[in-house]
């Protein structure tokens, strides 16, 4: 079968590989879509800072480059193995792609997501979504509805990011918010928002391609470089500050002016990876009594969640997801570091 393989920084290569054999346990998918996302980005152009270990196998999977990527994926069961219950071979399923040591700190209180030694199927796996076929084991398995088809069951894992970040703001329907960055996780962030009730959302983004994007969607937003966004908080808020915000950026400023825009007691949540430190006084913390909060994947239950207001037509792929061949990864994975688009699914065949 074909698949597109990581072998070294800037070596993505689509090559021959054997087809795997669901053991006990486990099921065979025919990928349907994979998701390209940041995470593969800073794989491909710096897997060290990615914490993608080039010369030893991962401790929970044994799996070590090359690797098949694909991370975010959708699929149609082929094959059961010895064990399995609950699924048969024609279910189109999202797949929760984590890998957790079960014994840790986090493990232990309910937190897989946040495992010391975490890691993803189509990250360090034997594995990934951009191939014809994988294999995984059935309890990562999420069904996905007749409304739900493969191009949206392949969102299913970074919408669930975004569902997670909302879930952990603390706010409640009726309540504010701003999103920092219009990318695919800022835009899941304002669906995630809406389908929980939060209307009134502002999206600070300084690309117009990207606030095109989100406002085509029926987002507000605001030019946070050449337009005001103090006054815009203060407008959809009535002057108090939003009850949260969103570093969905991944940039210092997101986090200054995510912090500058919270009502007394709101909470800033960083869902975005930064790569480089931000530096701010604390004391702006202690006069509002604010927070931050950092935020890391999603739960079995946020797959759930999302595949819920999925089906009953929360989300849109409408301008802002693109597909492409596999043949086209190393071509998407350019185009997208030069900031150009927003998610690209690659079709696994």
Not at 1 to 20: G, I, N, S, Y
Not at 113 to 137: L, P, W
Not at 164 to 174: F, I
Request: charged share 20%.
């Amino acid at each position: 079968m074909r698949a597109a393989l990581f072998h070294a920084k800037e070596d993505v290569r689509v090559e021959e590989v054997e087809e795997p054999t669901p053991g006990p346990g486990q099921v065979k998918l025919r990928n349907g879509y994979a998701g390209i996302c940041g995470s593969d980005l800073h794989i491909y152009y710096a897997p060290d800072a990615a914490g993608v270990d080039m010369n030893h196998p991962h401790p929970l999977t044994g799996a070590m480059p090359p690797q098949i990527l694909g991370h975010e994926f959708s699929g149609t069961i082929v094959e059961v193995g010895d064990g399995v219950e609950g699924f048969a071979p024609g279910d189109n399923v999202a797949v929760w792609p984590i890998y957790n040591c079960g014994e840790c700190a986090a493990c232990r209180r309910g937190m897989p997501n946040a495992c010391r030694m975490i890691t993803f199927h189509g990250i360090q796996s034997h594995g990934g979504g951009m191939a014809e076929y994988t294999v995984v084991d059935a309890s990562k398995l999420h069904r996905l509805p007749e409304n739900v088809d493969l191009t949206m069951g392949a969102l299913v894992e970074p919408m669930a990011v975004a569902w997670h970040a909302v879930s952990k703001s603390n706010l409640r329907p009726g309540g504010t918010a701003l999103v920092a960055g219009a990318g695919p996780i800022g835009i899941g962030v304002w669906f995630a928002l809406r389908a929980q009730g939060i209307n009134d959302v502002l999206v600070s983004e300084p690309s117009a391609e990207r606030r095109a994007i989100i406002e085509n969607l029926g987002a507000r937003t605001v030019d946070p470089v050449s337009g005001d966004l103090a006054a815009a908080v203060a407008d959809l808020t009535g002057g108090d500050g939003v009850d949260a915000a969103f570093d969905a950026a991944g940039a210092g400023p997101a986090v200054l002016s995510g912090l500058a825009s919270l009502v007394q007691g709101g909470r800033l949540v960083i869902v975005a990876l930064h790569e480089r430190p931000v530096e701010f006084l604390p004391t702006a913390l202690v006069m509002g009594e604010t927070e931050i909060k950092g935020v890391l994947a999603y739960t079995q239950q946020d797959f759930d969640d999302v595949i819920a207001a999925m089906a009953e037509g929360k989300y849109d792929t409408t301008g802002w997801v693109q597909k492409v061949g596999i043949d086209e990864v190393v071509d998407a994975i350019t185009s997208l570091r030069a900031g150009n688009g927003a998610k690209v699914l690659v079709r696994a065949e």
